[in-house]
């Protein structure tokens, strides 16, 4: 007898596999999940666009298959009308995206092999808006975000992020967060970047008082902020929105 057989006979893994795949899935909570896929979908729409060779072949042909619908976006029509066409068609390429993703026995949506950090940093770059009071075009969205989402799309496939590929991109985000923290800085000085400075200074000041301040649960639920497992658990029903 095979002394590895001592214990019964080996299970074929595969047995395991629709859980393994399970616990993928619930690594982050449904709201987490949700945003994460978006930002993977806007990520995968702008690649087709630019670098569609990362893609997986079997994602490009069902995609094309799928959108390669030009009325959609009549040239005879006015800008407003063009721009709403295609920001229609591109609400309909996130919904096939997020539902090919949600597919577990689909295969990955890109090769990751060909992802290289210039390529995600050029995307986060494209994602620049211009803002209507300045005429300057501004980051208006969180780097830190659009990186976990990365993170969350190598982990959904078993896949673990190079070690190199993590520094690269902590390293350009915090130039990124620079850039923006001039663009934003105040007359005196001061810097506000978005949620990010707001939440933190908006939670110091509604727990500062010294007789009636919101309890610490309320401002954390406010902010969306974790607060570990038991207190995630048993302590989620308290308004934060009652209080502030």
């Given at each position: 007898m095979?002394?590895f057989?001592?214990?019964?006979e080996?299970?074929?893994?595969?047995?395991?596999?629709?859980?393994?795949?399970n616990?993928?899935a619930h690594?982050?909570?449904?709201?987490?999940?949700?945003?994460?896929?978006q930002?993977?979908?806007?990520f995968?729409?702008?690649?087709?666009q630019?670098?569609?060779?990362?893609?997986?072949?079997?994602?490009?042909?069902?995609?094309?298959?799928?959108?390669?619908?030009?009325?959609?976006?009549?040239?005879?029509?006015?800008?407003?009308?063009?721009?709403?066409?295609?920001?229609?068609?591109?609400?309909?390429?996130?919904?096939?995206?997020r539902?090919?993703?949600?597919?577990?026995?689909?295969p990955?949506?890109?090769?990751?092999?060909?992802?290289s950090?210039?390529?995600?940093?050029?995307?986060f770059?494209?994602?620049?808006?211009e803002?209507?009071?300045?005429?300057e075009?501004?980051?208006?969205?969180?780097?830190?975000?659009?990186?976990?989402?990365?993170r969350y799309?190598?982990?959904?496939?078993g896949?673990?992020?190079?070690?190199?590929?993590?520094?690269?991109?902590?390293n350009?985000?915090?130039?990124?967060?620079?850039?923006?923290?001039q663009?934003v800085?105040d007359?005196n000085?001061?810097i506000d970047?978005e949620?990010?400075?707001a939440?933190?200074?908006?939670?110091?000041?509604?727990?500062?008082g010294?007789?009636?301040?919101?309890s610490?649960?309320?401002?954390?639920?406010r902010?969306?902020?974790?607060m570990g497992?038991?207190?995630?658990r048993?302590?989620?029903?308290?308004?934060g929105?009652?209080?502030?």
């Amino acid at each position: 007898m095979n002394v590895f057989n001592l214990f019964g006979e080996p299970t074929d893994l595969n047995d395991y596999q629709a859980e393994v795949e399970n616990i993928r899935a619930h690594t982050v909570g449904p709201g987490t999940r949700y945003q994460y896929i978006q930002k993977i979908c806007n990520f995968l729409i702008w690649l087709l666009q630019h670098q569609h060779e990362t893609v997986s072949e079997s994602l490009r042909e069902v995609f094309l298959e799928e959108f390669n619908r030009p009325e959609d976006i009549p040239q005879n029509a006015t800008v407003g009308q063009r721009e709403e066409a295609r920001k229609k068609l591109r609400d309909e390429m996130v919904v096939f995206l997020r539902e090919w993703i949600n597919v577990s026995t689909n295969p990955a949506p890109v090769i990751f092999e060909q992802l290289s950090i210039n390529l995600f940093h050029a995307y986060f770059v494209s994602l620049k808006v211009e803002n209507p009071e300045t005429g300057e075009m501004e980051y208006n969205t969180s780097p830190s975000s659009h990186r976990s989402a990365l993170r969350y799309m190598f982990t959904m496939h078993g896949k673990t992020m190079p070690p190199l590929f993590v520094e690269q991109i902590s390293n350009g985000f915090s130039g990124i967060k620079r850039l923006t923290a001039q663009q934003v800085a105040d007359e005196n000085g001061s810097i506000d970047i978005e949620t990010h400075s707001a939440r933190k200074g908006a939670s110091t000041f509604c727990s500062s008082g010294s007789t009636s301040c919101p309890s610490g649960v309320a401002v954390h639920l406010r902010a969306g902020w974790a607060m570990g497992g038991v207190q995630d658990r048993y302590l989620q029903y308290l308004s934060g929105d009652v209080s502030m």
